[in-house]
Nanobody, 122 residues
Framework: QVQLVESGGGLVQAGGSLRLSCAAS????????MGWFRQAPGKEREFVAA???????YYADSLKGRFTISTDNAKSTIALQINSLKPEDTAVYYC????????????????WGQGTQVTVSS
């Protein structure tokens, strides 16, 4: 079992930045690839980025450049830095853990956090 808790969401003006965090715990969380997804109202959950605990990363092609995923192994957390925020980035952002590196579909991730709301005002 892996437990994930997100934090760091909030209301930000367009052009601003946010840093989301996900605290991971559980007996075997180090075996998992950690991903960030987002879901806007009325839309499907969308892959953003993922990383393994060795630091290898991959991103959604459409979001490269403004999003950076990283790990803090000592704190068992992963972070998502979002720069140059746009109103269309408004969504609930979820942290997830999956067994296979390279996967992007939500159904391929086994554990999920409760989500953190990001709202970008224009």
């Amino acid at each position: 079992q892996v437990q994930l808790v997100e934090s760091g969401g909030g209301l930000v003006q367009a052009g601003g930045s946010l840093r989301l965090s996900c605290a991971a715990s559980g007996r075997t969380f180090g075996s998992y690839t950690m991903g960030w997804f987002r879901q806007a109202p009325g839309k499907e959950r969308e892959f953003v980025a993922a990383i393994n605990w060795s630091g290898y990363t991959y991103y959604a092609d459409s979001l490269k450049g403004r999003f950076t995923i990283s790990t803090d192994n000592a704190k068992s957390t992963i972070a998502l830095q979002i720069n140059s925020l746009k109103p269309e980035d408004t969504a609930v952002y979820y942290c997830a853990a999956g067994l296979i590196f390279g996967r992007r579909a939500p159904g391929e991730y086994n554990y999920w956090g409760q989500g953190t709301q990001v709202t970008v005002s224009s």
